[in-house]
Nanobody, 123 residues
Framework: QVQLVESGGGLVQAGGSLRLSCAASGSIVSINTMAWYRQAPGKQRELVAAITSGGSTNYADSVKGRFTISRDNARNTVYLQMNSLKPEDAAVFYC?????????????????WGQGTQVTVSS
């Protein structure tokens, strides 16, 4: 069993900052890529930022220069520092992790998703 627990969402004024956290727990062998996605009402879920186990990152063009993804491998935790927030950033943010885990004597691998955390940006 693997669980991702997100925190840090909330209400912020335009131009403000938020820091999201996502901690993975369970019978984890390794985590390759961890990522943040977001989904606004009526829109498709989109990749915001991703980071590999080695620290390589990529970002959506819309957040480059404003958001920073990082991870603490010892804690199986990924962070998203969001600065200069805009109203169009408002969405439910979801944590994603590509997890290899051990269950019932087998190594298994699949993507896990967090429950989502709401980010609201007021103008």
């Amino acid at each position: 069993q693997v669980q991702l627990v997100e925190s840090g969402g909330g209400l912020v004024q335009a131009g403000g900052s938020l820091r999201l956290s996502c901690a993975a727990s369970g019978s984890i062998v390794s985590i390759n890529t961890m990522a943040w996605y977001r989904q606004a009402p009526g829109k498709q879920r989109e990749l915001v930022a991703a980071i590999t186990s080695g620290g390589s990152t990529n970002y959506a063009d819309s957040v480059k220069g404003r958001f920073t993804i990082s991870r603490d491998n010892a804690r199986n935790t990924v962070y998203l520092q969001m600065n200069s927030l805009k109203p169009e950033d408002a969405a439910v943010f979801y944590c994603n992790a590509d997890v290899t885990y051990y269950s019932d004597g087998l190594y298994r691998r699949r993507d896990y998703w967090g429950q989502g955390t709401q980010v609201t940006v007021s103008s």
